[in-house]
């Protein structure tokens, strides 16, 4: 039995530099990596064969005794192996506007969700801004108003047959709010046909005869009214149809442009551009004398039906991985359910039919 010299106590060990690539790990990961590969190899083997399967849904158990470096070489090789793997999508939950109550998941590229999330309440706010502006605005109305003179010159196409045969029999036709009234005209002056009786035989069956035969043409021609206002309304819609798309898709394109790296995400604005055009009454208060006037004073039920209506176009981002540049290393020291899972958030102003805030 000998006294051990310094030499003795400290055994030098050289490491190969070619077993790790410095540019992808820094130089704390570094350290620990080599340290478990000269000194716990098969730990390190072990590990490392396990964050390489291909297989998804693994679990590795690590154990052993404390202040042997496990926890700080599992996270330098959790970050080495984690710069290998793709970057993950963002996740984002979206009305699905072909039913009701519907949601859909759409997927975007690292950071990109929350993006998206903030380009649609930028959307959403403009429109809220421009559509009132676009419709209340010279150039709709003077569409508006173009239609409502073709529609009266076809009203009048349709009575004036009814007009020229009470003209010809000199009966007068006088047009109240939902009704005409009808007069004999005798020697300049009107007379309702229950007047007719102060003149004689043939002067009150002539004029009598004459009313009944206007007022015939007159129900005639009422018939075709319904279907020219049914046609006017239809056309009314189709006006605020193509002025909404007009401003609407500008827009959706730059969106699409931006964010329309699959088919499903364009299907999906296709769909909002159809469903805001839907709902262009959240949008455009038809009800008011005027659309754009300042600081109108709105209910708490008006808002509350605005938002709940509005809450169709949210975003709910679920999955947020922007700066992130690799597959995401998340250290949990006390892990349960709620924080593995996730987990739902009650919200006051959530409603059962409000499925993007319940999600």
Known sequence: MQK???????????????EFDPKKINIKDRDVIEFMQRFHPRA?????????LKRNQNHIFIMGEPGVGRIGMTKALLKQAAKQKPEPQDVVL?????????????????????????????????????????????????RS???????????????KPAFDLAEQLSIEIMQAENSFILSAIIEDKRYKMSELVQFDKETEEKYKDALEQVEDALN???????????????????????????????????????????????EYFDELQKSLVSKLHLFWDQSGEEVTTPNSQVSMDELLSEQQGLSVFEVNLLVDQKGLEHAPVIYEPNASMPKLVGYAINSASASATDTLTLA
Do not use: C, W
Not at 96 to 103: R, Y
Not at 121 to 126: D, M, R
Not at 223 to 247: I, M, Y
């Open 220 to 266: 005639k021609a009422l018939t075709h009214v319904p279907f020219l206002q049914h046609e006017f309304l239809d056309l009314g819609k189709k006006l605020n149809t193509d002025v909404a798309n007009e401003n609407i898709q500008p827009h959706i394109e730059k969106l699409k442009t931006e964010f329309a790296s699959n088919q499903q995400i364009s």
């Open 44 to 52: 390190y083997q072990s590990l490392n064969f396990g964050l390489h």
């Open 94 to 142: 979206v009305s699905d506007f072909s039913e009701a109550n519907k949601t859909q998941y759409l997927y975007f590229k690292s950071g990109q969700g929350r993006d998206f999330k903030v380009a649609m309440e930028t959307l959403i706010t403009n429109l809220k801004t421009q559509l009132p502006i676009v419709f209340d605005g010279h150039a709709y109305q003077l």
């Open 4 to 18: 051990l010299t310094a030499e003795n106590l400290y055994r030098f060990t050289s490491i190969s530099s070619d």
């Open 145 to 159: 108003q173009q239609l409502e003179e073709a529609m009266t010159e076809k009203q009048q196409a349709v009575l």
